[in-house]
């Protein structure tokens, strides 16, 4: 069974500061994707990383893939309480013969003014 | 661009009823993803179609669950003789034609309780 564990689980921090969430497997995906979610709403796509050591950066957003492709990192800089929701991660298993998602346990994140 | 739509977002029904939950993909996306989202729990994959086809229902259950994505018309997630424990949100997602890099984009959700 592939799992992805995402850590840590909760997280409260004040306006300003920084952040690293991380979504960590010991199976390989061939992609992987982020997602924020916010209450009564579906996941909204933030972005995909496909190469291992792959770095990608959104505004105050950077997502790393790990050169083995087995785990993920989200940085947030300088957080605003628009950042505010539930972080998922989502991995494709490489070798899978469909397109199925794999979806992490989730990280909650509370940026208070 | 309009997104992925689902409808109803919100589904009330009595115990051994049908629930019919629609999802239209995003224009020009012809595969169509179901998850379900328990509450305290993530979203597991229930099945991967594509147009006329299930690719992968590897997730469904096995009884009383169905699901379609005819050549015209919204993909249909079919839910027969509802019981309590089918309370929970069902999104579906769609993506374009690739491989397993393609991204997916989810809708907004239908919310099912059952009573």
């Known amino acids: 069974t592939q799992l992805l564990e995402q850590s840590p689980q909760f997280l409260s921090i004040q306006e300003g500061e920084n952040l690293t969430v991380y979504c960590n497997s010991s199976s390989v995906f061939s992609s992987l994707q982020w997602y924020r979610q916010e209450p009564g709403e579906g996941p909204v796509l933030l972005v995909t990383v496909v190469t291992g050591g792959e770095v990608k950066k959104l505004k105050r957003l950077t997502f790393q893939f790990g050169d083995a492709r087995k785990d993920s990192s989200l940085h947030i800089t300088a957080a605003q309480p628009g950042d505010t929701g539930l972080y998922l991660c989502a991995g494709a298993p490489a070798g899978g013969a469909t397109n199925k998602l794999i979806f992490g346990t989730g990280t909650l994140l509370a940026v208070q003014p | 661009n309009a997104g992925v739509m689902q409808n109803p977002r919100h589904l009330v029904r009595r115990r051994g009823q049908e629930a019919r939950l629609r999802c239209s993909p995003m224009k020009g996306h012809s595969h169509v993803y179901w998850y379900r989202q328990l509450p305290e729990e993530g979203l597991k994959f229930m099945v991967y179609l594509q147009k006329e086809n299930i690719i992968d229902e590897s997730g469904m259950p096995k009884e009383r669950f169905s699901a379609e994505f005819p050549k015209e018309g919204p993909s249909i997630l079919r839910i027969q003789q509802v019981v309590r424990g089918d309370s929970a949100a069902y999104f579906c997602?769609?993506?374009?034609?690739?491989?397993?890099?393609?991204?997916?984009?989810f809708g907004p959700g239908t919310r099912l309780t059952v009573l």
């Open positions: 997602a769609s993506s374009p034609p690739g491989g397993q890099g393609t991204s997916k984009f």
